[in-house]
């Protein structure tokens, strides 16, 4: 972690957790007092069932119709856990054992998403959950519902392990864990930045694959 000001908030499961550094942390999009570690959840097969299991229990996805799941940041591990659990026999499951497809897109060089033509048909009048690691400032959100309308797919919401807000772009967003359980979390951009302000020196860039200290 890029500090040595780091916490692991804890649930009631033991595989659910939420590693956080508090310092100063840059992204593309804005600056930030906490970096949100979801490496492991992202890897580690146990952390991620934890969180797809989190996501189905405690949002309507159950009594949703779910096609295809939109991985970005690299979230195709919960992806596929999600699928599962959504897939699964259960009364109350509308997606009970019908096929979910799991996608990544492509991110061009001025950061719209693309996806092949082979890929276009698991999303094409299909109904698609996008799935983030995080929604503070909606951006990497938006982008998925701009590019989902373009291939003529149909959002159905958006899924996150940490999100600040509890819509996007018109859509309901839902996760795991939000600024209540950080206190004084926040995310602006970079001419309102605090810390900047103050002159504190900045800890770490950071984006979906992790950070860099400066």
Do not use: W
Not at 38 to 58: F, H, Y
Not at 100 to 120: C, F, H
Not at 152 to 160: E, F, Q, R
Not at 174 to 197: M, Q, R
Request: proline share 3%; with cysteine.
């Amino acid at each position: 972690m890029p500090t040595q000001k780091t916490a692991k908030i804890t649930t009631k499961h033991s595989d659910l957790v939420l590693r956080v550094s508090k310092g100063h942390f840059v992204s593309s999009h804005s600056h930030s007092n906490y970096y949100i570690d979801v490496a492991a959840q992202k890897s580690r097969l146990s952390e991620a069932k934890a969180v797809a299991r989190e996501l189905c229990r405690n949002n309507n996805y159950n009594t949703k119709i779910v096609d295809t799941i939109l991985c970005l940041d690299g979230m195709e591990v919960i992806g596929t856990c999600l699928a599962d659990e959504l897939t699964k026999n259960s009364f109350m499951n509308i997606n009970a054992h019908q096929t979910i497809y799991v996608v990544t897109p492509e991110t061009t060089g001025n950061s719209q998403l693309l996806l092949r033509d082979n890929i276009v048909p698991m999303v094409k009048d299909k109904h698609v959950l996008v799935l983030a690691i995080s929604v503070a400032t909606g951006n990497t959100a938006n982008s998925a519902i701009d590019a989902i309308r373009y291939y003529g797919g149909k959002v159905v919401g958006i899924a996150s392990i940490f999100a600040t807000r509890k819509e996007c772009g018109g859509y309901p967003v839902e996760s795991v864990f939000n600024p209540g359980d950080l206190g004084d979390y926040f995310t602006v951009p970079a001419h309102e930045c605090p810390l900047c302000k103050e002159k504190v020196k900045i800890d770490a860039l950071i984006n979906s694959y992790g950070f860099s200290k400066l």
